[in-house]
């Protein structure tokens, strides 16, 4: 008898009634069939996934949140504009598009910490944010982050004070959320460009602070 | 659908997979895509959705629609892979024969690609001179309506209890199990969206009033919620609530 996977027929992972379940049981040959298959016909584009790809690594990422933050931090008349219209205020740095067509801003005070989620799937300001990393498309971090936020953040290292009031934001429609972390104290003489160096991609998530200053 | 993918709230699930550096601390810099098949997978289901044969909320139904074995066993990417794939199929973009064959030419090792030369582009293909204009424009949900919104900001509303979706039992919304028939106060409203429980079965945008619906964190979870003073918002569009008296 063979031991392991081997043993277990393909047909046993799979129902047969969807098209899927043709596909092979190693991912990275089923998406290399999908692929060929699609380039072959000609509808898609090999010059054109080379683009998505390296834009998305290369060129759109939380260092363009980052820039929103600082400069927010360092001109209060921004900020209310990204506070009041986020979609136009970001858009002001040329950041848009898609998955971050319609923004929403949610500022984090001494009274509210904001953290944001998508528990059905995977929402995320790709403008400004990328890609979201692999623990926020996580099922842990989809199932318990309404339902025990506090504990959540505990594991990212996080841990906040009872009396602050957390708000957890579901991103359940098209708008897609960007939280506005509070300026690290002894910041005060540190130019935007500086600052933006201290805003990590987790705490425009809600799940981490900017940098301290050592 | 299984609704697998409604998962806000459930128990069961783990510790988060945070990601840790050398000393133990929480990273932000992980890669985009970890492997170089999770970077193909996305990008040709971004390339072949530019085709304009479905849109956002039927691609995402088709990934819950994944049978509720496939949903739990596959990762991310894998979900996105055989959607894109049943799409394909369905959408007639593809026939079963040639996902046959080039499956089973993956399998033995024979998968060839064309040389670009005896390749002809289908006319909607997504060229790479326009990746960054597209990308630029996105994809808009806001639409421009005479539709006027029922609740003011503040008032109470109770959320649909059982399957929000009046077209189809079981049919896809963006109202999760956790939030049905809790009461909240609307935090605000952010225009007429298209209404994806149309939208994702091919009826139409039926654009209808979007509101953010604040719930206590104890409306939504009782005894067991952290603390009386948090709260949980979500984004719902007008059919999912009803008006309570204040």
Redesign the interface.
């Known amino acids: 008898m063979m031991i392991g996977k081997k043993n277990i027929d393909e047909s046993d992972?799979?129902?047969h009634d969807?098209?899927?379940s043709?596909?092979?049981s190693d991912?990275?040959?089923?998406?290399?069939?999908?692929?060929?298959?699609?380039?072959?016909?000609?509808?898609?584009?090999?010059?054109?996934?080379?683009?998505?790809?390296d834009?998305?690594?290369n060129r759109i990422?939380?260092k363009n949140g980052a820039k929103v933050v600082a400069k927010a931090w360092v001109d209060p008349v921004y900020k209310k504009r990204l506070l009041n219209d986020a979609t136009s205020a970001i858009r002001e740095l040329s950041y848009?598009?898609?998955?971050?067509?319609?923004m929403v801003v949610v500022e984090n005070t001494p009274e509210t910490h904001n953290v944001i989620?998508c528990?059905?799937?995977?929402c995320y300001p790709w403008p400004v944010l990328?890609?979201p990393?692999?623990?926020y498309?996580?099922?842990?971090?989809?199932?318990?982050t309404?339902?025990?936020?506090?504990?959540?953040l505990l594991?990212?290292?996080l841990s906040l004070d009872?009396?602050v009031?957390?708000?957890?934001?579901?991103?359940?429609?098209?708008?897609r959320y960007l939280v506005l972390p509070m300026r690290p104290k002894g910041t005060e003489n540190m130019d935007e460009s500086e600052l933006s160096e201290l805003v990590?991609?987790?705490s425009m998530i809600g799940t981490?602070l900017p940098k301290e200053i050592k | 659908m299984s609704r697998l993918h409604d998962m806000g709230g459930r128990f069961g699930d783990g510790s988060i997979p945070v990601p840790r550096d050398t000393d133990n601390e929480v990273t932000n810099s992980e890669p985009t895509f970890k492997y170089e098949w999770h970077a193909k997978a996305w990008a040709i289901t971004l390339a072949a959705g530019a085709l304009g044969e479905w849109n956002l909320d039927i691609s995402r139904h088709y990934r819950e629609c994944l049978p509720p074995k496939d949903y739990i066993n596959f990762s991310y990417y894998e979900k996105w892979l055989a959607a894109l794939t049943n799409l394909l199929i369905d959408k007639k973009l593809v026939s079963l024969d040639e996902l046959k064959e080039y499956v089973s030419a993956a399998k033995n090792g024979t998968l060839t690609k064309f040389s670009d030369k005896d390749i002809k582009l289908d006319e909607r293909t997504w060229l790479a001179k326009d990746v960054q204009k597209t990308l630029g424009w996105g994809g808009p949900s806001i639409r421009d309506t005479n539709v006027n919104p029922v609740f003011d900001i503040g008032d109470k509303v109770i959320t649909q209890n059982h399957s929000p979706n009046k077209d189809f039992n079981g049919g896809h919304t963006r109202l999760p199990k956790y939030a049905m028939g809790r009461v909240g106060i609307i935090h605000s409203y952010n225009n007429n969206h298209v209404f994806p429980d149309k939208n994702a079965h091919g009826l139409g945008e039926n654009p209808l009033p979007l509101y953010t619906v604040e719930f206590k964190s104890s409306e939504l979870w009782g005894e067991l919620a952290e603390s009386q003073n948090d709260s949980i918002l979500l984004d719902l569009w007008e059919p999912y609530l009803k008006l309570l008296p204040n």
């Open positions: 992972n799979h129902s969807h098209a899927h043709h596909l092979p991912p990275e040959l089923r998406v290399k069939a999908v692929e060929t298959l699609l380039l072959n016909k000609g509808l898609i584009d090999s010059k054109t996934l080379d683009e998505l790809i834009t998305y690594e990422g939380p848009q598009g898609r998955q971050g067509e319609n989620v528990t059905l799937c995977s990328g890609i990393p692999t623990w498309k996580s099922d842990e971090y989809r199932s318990r309404v339902r025990e936020p506090r504990k959540v594991e990212f290292g009872p009396k009031q957390i708000k957890v934001w579901d991103s359940t429609a098209e708008i990590t991609r987790n981490g």
